[in-house]
């Protein structure tokens, strides 16, 4: 005879299922009776642990801001110390997902606080919570970066367009079904950025010179 699950296999069950329902039908198109046949669980096990559909989101988004260094970041990552490529690694993921289908991809966290118009606070605490997350990472990308950006640079401003030009290009590319709308948006923010490259080389002192 087979184990049975323990409770908190169940529960993990239920909360991947329910994530990848979430994505893939958007939370509001997603039953109750979607999640109970995708997780292969009873009624009574999923309101044993979640007395509603909301709760099981906030499970999703707890897991999605629990995971971003083992889902999304140490992924992208992987092989790449320029702190600044490294921001370019992780929107080439993006682009990876739009390709593999045929830009139908949408960012998990921003397509669930697109489609919940006036989300109840704390789901909209838990959305908050994973762009902080993620906008935080690029952050400490840019201060990794040290002088090669100019010293004045608001780098928390820098991140959250980053992340502004992640989700719009996103959404573009999956409203015209063209990832090249989104390799532009990317393509400006490569360009600004390497502006500010060339700003932080020109305001450092040139390097002493030994005298022969």
């Known amino acids: ?11 993990s069950r239920i909360v991947v299922a329910a994530m990848e329902l979430f ?9 109750i009776a979607d999640l109970l046949q995708r997780a292969g669980v009873h009624s009574g096990s999923l309101y044993h642990f979640f007395p509603g559909k909301q709760d099981v989101l906030l499970a999703v988004l707890d897991l999605y801001h629990g995971g971003i260094d083992e889902m999304l970041l140490a992924p992208a990552w992987h092989g790449i110390d320029d702190p600044i490529e490294r921001i370019f690694a992780l929107l080439a993921g993006y682009r990876e997902a739009l390709l593999g289908t045929d830009c139908s991809y949408g960012c998990p966290i921003g397509s669930i606080a697109l489609e919940l118009h006036e989300p109840d606070p704390p789901v909209r605490a838990g959305l908050m919570a994973n762009f902080t997350a993620w906008t935080d990472a690029v952050e400490h990308c840019l201060v990794d970066a040290g002088p090669r950006l100019p010293d004045r640079l608001d780098r928390r401003a820098l991140a959250c367009f980053v992340l502004t030009t992640m989700e719009g290009g ?7 079904r063209d990832v090249a709308r989104y390799d532009m948006a990317v393509g400006q923010l490569r360009q600004y950025l390497d502006q500010l490259l060339q ?3 020109a305001a450092r002192p040139p390097r002493k010179t030994r005298r022969s």
């Open 1 to 11: 005879m087979s184990a049975q699950p323990s409770q908190q296999e169940t529960r």
């Open 23 to 31: 994505w893939q039908k958007g939370y509001q198109s997603t039953s």
């Open 170 to 176: 996103v959404m573009l590319a999956r409203t015209y």
């Open 199 to 201: 700003q932080g080389d």
